[in-house]
């Protein structure tokens, strides 16, 4: 760690739409670079109330998750080591039907504010939910406006970037994170998402047993065009890599 | 949220005939509609362990939703019908309040 006094203070700005999505698709990367001392700002555009997973057996309405998934999202920055918690306050689902501009400019804001070297949202396309390719496609729109193109990646869901060509992208556009030695904290948030992993009885088996059901790494996809067509002779390992030379 | 007891659930219900009520009405996986407003004139349930619940509304309209299990009257004078799979996920749901609920 002592790495990370020589350094100039990192930052990160995530841009998810739910409660969870910081957890289950990049814990692991948020929680390392916490763990360096990277200063990490999470935006969820939703608190995830319109979930259909109520607790096993259940014990939430409609009308206390709200409250109930804004607590577990604060446990789950706590267990990853995220130190700003930002929502929107948008209702889950609706994220694409918010005025678009408003909400780009609202994230360019947020950019302009934090001045992060890294900002990690969905993409707009592969996002899977609704709500997710929204907020990506507003992030991305942002990182734009700001010129901060360099710094965008999107998550990514398990391994599936570990064949990037299904996608159309190319090994070179991929950036492979080792998160194994930070599988621990990753478990521990996925159990501070209770409500929505308690259907799940990997999650709350013993240790050993629900850390090997996580793969040790987790994909990224390069945001910008010029980053991904720089020659590179090793696969990219390090989401900072390319931010930080650009400032040295 | 507790186990729909019919007869409890049926007076809850009758409480709103003949008032201006607020709606939430969700099927979960497809369609939610969030503080509609209608005059309840008449209400129903039916049903054993699974619940049909019915409104009639603004003279000429209908509220039908099936595969209610649970309910709670929460401490704002709400009375919140769901419906739950044997995993706690929710399949329905059917709010009442005199209030709008929060957006």
Redesign the interface.
């Known amino acids: 760690m002592n790495k990370t006094n020589k350094e100039p203070s990192r930052k990160l700005l995530a841009v998810f739409a739910h409660p969870d999505d910081e957890t289950f698709i990049c814990g692991g990367t948020l929680a390392k670079y916490a763990s360096e001392g990277v200063d990490i700002t999470l935006v969820s555009a939703t608190r995830g109330e319109m979930g259909r997973r109520m607790g096993n057996p259940v014990y939430i309405n409609r009308e206390t998750m709200p409250a109930i998934r804004e607590q577990e999202l604060r446990r789950a920055c706590d267990s990853l080591g995220i130190q700003q918690l930002i929502f929107f306050d948008i209702r889950d689902k609706t994220v694409e039907f918010v005025d678009e501009i408003q909400l780009t400019n609202r994230i360019a804001d947020l950019i302009n504010e934090v001045n992060p070297d890294v900002i990690l949202t969905f993409h707009e396309l592969l996002g899977g939910h609704p709500d997710h390719c929204a907020i990506g496609k507003a992030t991305t729109a942002a990182a734009e406006i700001t010129g901060r193109r360099e710094s965008l990646y999107f998550i990514s869901y398990g391994d599936t970037m570990e064949h990037p060509e299904g996608f159309g992208y190319t090994r070179q556009d991929v950036v492979k994170v080792d998160v194994f030695a930070h599988l621990e904290a990753k478990l521990a948030a996925f159990r501070d998402h209770r409500c929505q992993t308690e259907i799940d009885e990997w999650v709350w088996q013993n240790d050993q047993e629900a850390l090997a059901r996580f793969g040790r790494y987790e994909y990224f996809l390069k945001g910008s065009e010029a980053a991904r067509v720089q020659e590179q002779e090793q696969e990219q390992d390090d989401l900072f890599v390319a931010t930080c030379v650009a400032q040295h | 949220?507790n186990l729909i007891i019919r007869n409890q659930v049926e007076a809850e219900l009758q409480a709103f005939v003949g008032e201006e009520v607020y709606i939430?009405s969700?099927a979960?996986?497809f369609v939610?509609v969030r503080n509609f407003k209608v005059k309840v004139t008449e209400a129903f349930i039916a049903g054993e362990d699974s619940f049909r619940v019915a409104l009639r509304f603004d003279e000429l309209g209908w509220l039908r939703m099936e595969a209610l299990t649970?309910y709670?009257k929460?401490g704002h004078a709400?009375l919140?019908l769901?419906g739950?799979d044997d995993?706690?996920?929710?399949n329905v749901?059917l709010?009442l309040g005199k209030e709008p609920?929060?957006?």
Do not use: C, I, N, V
């Open positions: 949220m939430h969700e979960t996986s939610f649970h709670e929460d709400r919140l769901a739950y995993k706690g996920r929710m749901a709010h609920f929060p957006e």
